[in-house]
C-alpha cells in the first residue's frame, strides 16, 4: 500500500489549501479513507473520514471548514481546507486500515501564519 500526499505549504490565516492523496497498492473504492494530522508536541488526531459510499465525518474544530472527498476511479482523496487558522498548522496524513493494518503516506506539512 502506498499513499502520497502533497499540497502542503505555508499560508495565512483566513486562506486555503487543498490537499491530495495518490494510493496504489489497494482496491481503492473497496475501503474507507482518513485524513489525520500531527502538530509537533502533540499525538496524531482524525480530521476528516469518507466511506465506501462517501459519508463523511469530521473533527469538531474543522467542521464548516473543512471538505473530505473522493475520486474512486482516480484513487484519489482529496481535503479542502478553507477558512485556515493558525491551529491548522500540522503535518497531515492520508491513511487507510487495510487487512487490519494502519497504513499512513507520507504527510504533507502545512502550516498557517498568523
Known amino acids: 500500500v502506498q499513499l502520497q500526499a502533497s499540497g502542503g505549504g505555508l499560508v495565512q490565516a483566513g486562506e486555503s489549501l487543498r490537499l491530495s492523496c495518490a494510493a496504489s497498492?489497494?482496491?481503492?473504492?473497496?475501503?474507507?479513507m482518513d485524513w489525520y494530522r500531527q502538530a509537533p508536541g502533540k499525538e496524531r488526531e482524525l480530521v476528516a473520514g469518507i466511506t465506501t459510499d462517501r459519508s463523511t465525518r469530521y473533527a469538531e474544530s474543522v467542521k464548516g471548514r473543512f471538505t473530505i472527498s473522493r475520486d474512486n476511479i482516480r484513487r484519489s482523496l482529496w481535503l479542502q481546507m478553507n477558512s485556515l487558522q493558525p491551529e491548522d498548522t500540522a503535518v497531515y496524513y492520508c491513511?487507510?486500515?487495510?487487512?487490519?493494518?494502519?497504513?499512513w503516506g507520507r504527510g504533507t506539512q502545512v502550516t498557517v501564519s498568523s
Open positions: 491513511h487507510v486500515l487495510f487487512r487490519g493494518n494502519d497504513h
Open positions: 497498492g489497494i482496491n481503492f473504492r473497496l475501503y474507507d
